[in-house]
Antibody
Framework: QVQLVESGGGVVQPGGSLRLSCAAS????????MHWVRQAPGKGLEWVAF????????YYVDSVKGRFTISRDNSKNTLYLQMNSLRAEDTAVYYC?????????????WGQGTLVIVSS | DIQMTQSPSTLSVSVGDRVTITCRAS??????LAWYQQKPGKAPKLLIY???TLESGVPSRFSGSGSGTEFTLTISSLQPDDFATYYC?????????FGQGTKVEIK
């Protein structure tokens, strides 16, 4: 069965960096685009970034452009989110998600989430 | 950027009620809309994609409709397991945006 397991969350000071990982199993990872979605405490969902199946194209929400980088290693079935210049407003649970098809049909599998807290 | 507006923000209903949630896009998104259910402390679950296609394994009491800028999620007869928060999500030109969510709570 499809499994997505995030790791790498924690507490970081403003201006600091963190790298999240998402280990995928149960499907052909190299055939699907992948997303990062976040949810601030008590708030709604916010899409953060998407990477195509082969890593050829990457897309970001405006608020993280230039600070976050999505990447993948298809040989390791792993998705990453490098987060730099972190701000208090980046505090959230970060979910990785498998794209259902070509970016246009929703996210059909989600990880359990990893909590990032940006605080001094 | 495309904005998604859901209404209502909260819905107080009883088991067996018919529930309708609306999602409006600030510009046309054709049928590139998905609906999710989220329970506290859990990841979202995909219910419907391409506005009206039911995801495998999702009960048939859930249905979606609409195109262009106005979409609805309908639960034909609310069950106890359906109390949750529901989100719409649009896709357009490689940007994805969620609505602010609709919490379905017990009356």
């Amino acid at each position: 069965q499809v499994q997505l397991v995030e790791s790498g969350g924690g507490v970081v000071q403003p201006g600091g960096s963190l790298r999240l990982s998402c280990a995928a199993s149960g499907f052909t990872f190299s055939s699907y685009g992948m997303h990062w979605v976040r949810q601030a405490p008590g708030k709604g969902l916010e899409w953060v970034a998407f990477i195509r199946y082969d890593g050829s194209n990457k897309y970001y929400v405006d608020s993280v452009k230039g600070r976050f980088t999505i990447s993948r290693d298809n040989s390791k079935n792993t998705l990453y989110l490098q987060m730099n210049s972190l701000r208090a407003e980046d505090t959230a649970v970060y979910y990785c998600g498998k794209d259902r098809a070509s970016g246009a049909a929703g996210i059909d599998y989600w990880g359990q989430g990893t909590l990032v807290i940006v605080s001094s | 950027d495309i904005q998604m507006t859901q209404s209502p923000s909260t819905l107080s209903v009883s088991v067996g009620d018919r529930v309708t949630i609306t999602c409006r896009a600030s510009q046309s998104i054709s049928n590139w809309l998905a609906w999710y259910q989220q329970k506290p402390g859990k990841a979202p679950k995909l219910l419907i994609y391409k506005a009206s296609t039911l995801e495998s394994g999702v009960p048939s009491r859930f249905s979606g409709s609409g195109s262009g800028t106005e979409f609805t999620l309908t639960i034909s007869s609310l069950q106890p397991d359906d109390f949750a928060t529901y989100y719409c999500q649009q896709y357009n030109s490689f940007t994805w945006t969620f609505g602010q969510g609709t919490k379905v709570e017990i009356k």
